[in-house]
């Protein structure tokens, strides 16, 4: 059973960046009220085995909060993993998780968080204001190489503690008043704070475990947790198990009695397991049979929060000319990729940042063979000749292979330039990406949040997920001015410029289309919701009978 969830995307993003003087969140009643509206309607869902299996692409490259940084690897810490704060299933409104209410300063820079006396770990032990901030100076700490640290950067000195130019982690704004009580200072209002809270890599980690186990802590012998779920069983490259946390402090909503993540990197099989009720959730098909699929009355299609794009390695010759970057970039049309590959509403799209809250983008740089061709020559390789092979990098998997081998074939015909693809497992895919080892590497970005700066901050110089090696001052001062500004308006037009620059001036990224969300899912799955993020609460899902 599925939502449609049009009236709620609508408000999600057209909200406003500040809504009045909300100073404190209220649970009780309220929470009791929204979580009620979650429940099955009958008992008829007890009679149904409440197994949730679901394909999620490939085997993570771990389950570290503070290494993660894909899609993969969220969906599995959602399950296992709870933050100070959680989003709703279906309007991804913020609500209470380990923190069971919180209050605002009038000014908007302090957040005093309240943790619930029933919070729990996997082990029994309570969670604690200081196991957040123990696991906030882990991911902060430089040595811990987490590229999501600049998530923290809103939160006063955290980016002179990442960046390294103060050793004290009393200068960050954290502070533990109480074993239940965490106040978190801001440097500025960040109307997106909260959603920021409710992202994993701000979550808790069980430091005594990670202390005892170093980067083995995540084992299923050692792992501890703090959510909805534990681990049960990994089986590598296989599937990861996971069964109800009995400790989790909302025990009594889950109803799921497990959750089967397979790691099949080949949409086909995902999709036959499917077909033969094996599977209750494909979160990828396979592109060749879109056709096929579309006239399934298990799919769906819905708006994602997300830009496909390639990564060029400025660093490397002769992509460190920015007339070959922007010849790359006019040198083939998208159109060829969204209506003819991939059939499924994608957008294709010279720019980067979706549309959202009213902000809109720039449009890139669009096709244009003749002014591709002109730029290239001017860059010395009129025709294509004397230009080098490009090694283009993707992740296994068909759809990815697809495009590779449409934008090179349009390469080859328009600019007379060559490409060799190379694919890799995820984990390698990965590890390459940060060394940088590549010319051209595929990129997928999906929202940690519905505002701009989610997009747009990720360039920004020195950035854990930049992996271009492009850096311009221009760029940081007008990223760092939106989060200073707390005036809608100006902060979309500061991220406009900004957004020019990336992907109209200095092209160190190639936009090729806007994410649209298709899969499968079992009419026995309930309680599941599409929205914009792609955000799933496992908690809240169970299995119905089906007639």
Same mark, same amino acid.
């Given at each position: 059973?599925?939502?449609?969830?049009?009236?709620?995307?609508?408000?999600?993003?057209?909200?406003?960046?500040?809504?009045?003087?909300?100073?404190?969140?209220?649970?009780?009643?309220?929470?009791?009220?929204?979580?009620?509206?979650?429940?099955?309607?009958?008992?008829?869902?007890?009679?149904?085995?409440?197994?949730?299996?679901?394909?999620?692409?490939?085997?993570?490259?771990?389950?570290?909060?503070?290494?993660?940084?894909?899609?993969?690897?969220?969906?599995?810490?959602?399950?296992?993993?709870?933050?100070?704060?959680?989003?709703?299933?279906?309007?991804?409104?913020?609500?209470?998780?380990?923190?069971?209410?919180?209050?605002?300063?009038?000014?908007?820079?302090?957040?005093?968080?309240?943790?619930?006396?029933?919070?729990?770990?996997?082990?029994?032990?309570?969670?604690?204001?200081?196991?957040?901030?123990?696991?906030?100076?882990?991911?902060?700490?430089?040595?811990?190489?987490?590229?999501?640290?600049?998530?923290?950067?809103?939160?006063?000195?955290?980016?002179? /503690? $990442?960046?390294?130019?103060?050793?004290?982690?009393?200068?960050?704004? =954290?502070? +533990?008043?109480? @074993?239940? *009580?965490?106040?978190?200072?801001?440097?500025?209002?960040?109307?997106?704070?909260?959603?920021?809270?409710?992202?994993?890599?701000?979550?808790?980690?069980?430091?005594?475990?990670?202390?005892?186990?170093?980067?083995?802590?995540?084992?299923?012998?050692?792992?501890?947790?703090?959510?909805?779920?534990?681990?049960?069983?990994?089986?590598?490259?296989?599937?990861?198990?996971?069964?109800?946390?009995?400790?989790?402090?909302?025990?009594?909503?889950?109803?799921?009695?497990?959750?089967?993540?397979?790691?099949?990197?080949?949409?086909?099989?995902?999709?036959?397991?499917?077909?033969?009720?094996?599977?209750?959730?494909?979160?990828?098909?396979?592109?060749?049979?879109?056709?096929?699929?579309?006239?399934?009355?298990?799919?769906?299609?819905?708006?994602?929060?997300?830009?496909? /794009? $390639?990564?060029?390695?400025?660093?490397?010759?002769?992509?460190?000319? =920015?007339? +070959?970057?922007? @010849?790359? *970039?006019?040198?083939?049309?998208?159109?060829?990729?969204?209506?003819?590959?991939?059939?499924?509403?994608?957008?294709?799209?010279?720019?980067?940042?979706?549309?959202?809250?009213?902000?809109?983008?720039?449009?890139?740089?669009?096709?244009?063979?003749?002014?591709?061709?002109?730029?290239?020559?001017?860059?010395?390789?009129?025709?294509?000749?004397?230009?080098?092979?490009?090694?283009?990098?993707?992740?296994?998997?068909?759809?990815?292979?697809?495009?590779?081998?449409?934008?090179?074939?349009?390469?080859?015909?328009?600019?007379?330039?060559?490409?060799?693809?190379?694919?890799?497992?995820?984990?390698?895919?990965?590890?390459?990406?940060?060394?940088?080892?590549?010319?051209?590497?595929?990129?997928?970005?999906?929202?940690?949040?519905?505002?701009?700066?989610?997009?747009?901050?990720?360039?920004?110089?020195?950035?854990?997920?930049?992996?271009?090696?492009?850096?311009?001052?221009?760029?940081?001062?007008?990223?760092?001015?939106?989060?200073?500004?707390?005036?809608?308006?100006?902060?979309?037009?500061?991220?406009?410029?900004?957004?020019?620059?990336?992907?109209?001036?200095?092209?160190?990224?190639?936009?090729?289309?806007?994410?649209?969300?298709?899969?499968?899912?079992?009419?026995?799955?309930?309680?599941?919701?599409?929205?914009?993020?792609?955000?799933?609460?496992?908690?809240?899902?169970?299995?119905?009978?089906?007639?």
């Amino acid at each position: 059973m599925r939502s449609s969830l049009c009236a709620a995307l609508a408000l999600a993003l057209a909200a406003p960046a500040f809504a009045g003087e909300i100073t404190q969140n209220r649970t009780g009643d309220l929470e009791e009220d929204w979580k009620e509206a979650l429940k099955p309607e009958d008992d008829a869902w007890k009679s149904v085995d409440q197994t949730f299996r679901f394909n999620n692409g490939t085997e993570p490259e771990t389950l570290d909060l503070h290494i993660m940084t894909g899609v993969t690897e969220n969906r599995l810490a959602t399950a296992l993993f709870e933050g100070l704060v959680s989003q709703h299933p279906e309007t991804l409104d913020i609500v209470p998780g380990v923190a069971k209410s919180w209050t605002i300063s009038a000014d908007r820079t302090v957040y005093t968080f309240h943790l619930r006396d029933d919070a729990k770990w996997t082990d029994g032990k309570t969670v604690t204001a200081q196991d957040f901030y123990d696991s906030w100076k882990r991911a902060l700490t430089p040595a811990t190489t987490c590229q999501y640290g600049y998530m923290f950067f809103p939160i006063k000195n955290s980016e002179a /503690f $990442y960046k390294g130019k103060t050793t004290d982690f009393n200068e960050v704004g =954290v502070k +533990v008043k109480d @074993a239940k *009580t965490l106040v978190v200072t801001l440097t500025n209002p960040c109307p997106y704070f909260l959603h920021l809270a409710a992202f994993k890599t701000l979550y808790p980690v069980p430091m005594a475990v990670v202390t005892k186990h170093g980067d083995k802590w995540t084992r299923p012998e050692n792992i501890v947790s703090n959510g909805p779920f534990k681990l049960q069983e990994w089986v590598a490259n296989q599937q990861i198990t996971m069964v109800p946390n009995e400790n989790y402090w909302d025990r009594k909503n889950v109803r799921l009695k497990k959750l089967i993540a397979y790691a099949y990197t080949d949409p086909e099989t995902s999709y036959k397991l499917f077909r033969q009720g094996k599977m209750d959730w494909c979160t990828t098909i396979p592109t060749p049979k879109v056709d096929e699929i579309k006239r399934l009355p298990d799919y769906y299609a819905q708006p994602y929060l997300g830009s496909y /794009f $390639y990564r060029v390695n400025v660093e490397k010759p002769p992509f460190n000319d =920015v007339r +070959v970057r922007k @010849a790359l *970039t006019m040198g083939f049309d998208r159109e060829i990729i969204t209506r003819d590959l991939l059939k499924g509403g994608q957008i294709p799209a010279g720019y980067f940042s979706p549309e959202m809250l009213g902000y809109r983008p720039p449009k890139g740089l669009r096709y244009n063979r003749v002014q591709a061709q002109k730029l290239l020559a001017e860059a010395g390789y009129p025709g294509g000749k004397g230009f080098p092979t490009i090694d283009l990098l993707y992740n296994t998997q068909e759809s990815h292979k697809q495009v590779a081998e449409a934008i090179a074939r349009q390469w080859k015909e328009n600019l007379g330039i060559t490409v060799s693809l190379r694919n890799n497992e995820w984990k390698v895919y990965l590890a390459e990406v940060d060394k940088r080892n590549f010319h051209l590497a595929r990129g997928g970005w999906i929202g940690d949040y519905v505002d701009p700066n989610t997009f747009l901050d990720l360039f920004m110089t020195g950035g854990g997920n930049n992996n271009t090696g492009w850096s311009n001052k221009r760029y940081d001062e007008l990223i760092r001015g939106a989060a200073k500004s707390g005036d809608q308006k100006e902060r979309f037009k500061l991220f406009y410029e900004a957004e020019k620059i990336l992907v109209e001036d200095e092209c160190p990224i190639i936009p090729i289309y806007i994410y649209v969300n298709q899969g499968l899912l079992s009419e026995k799955v309930a309680g599941w919701y599409e929205n914009v993020l792609d955000h799933h609460t496992y908690q809240y899902i169970w299995m119905e009978p089906v007639e």
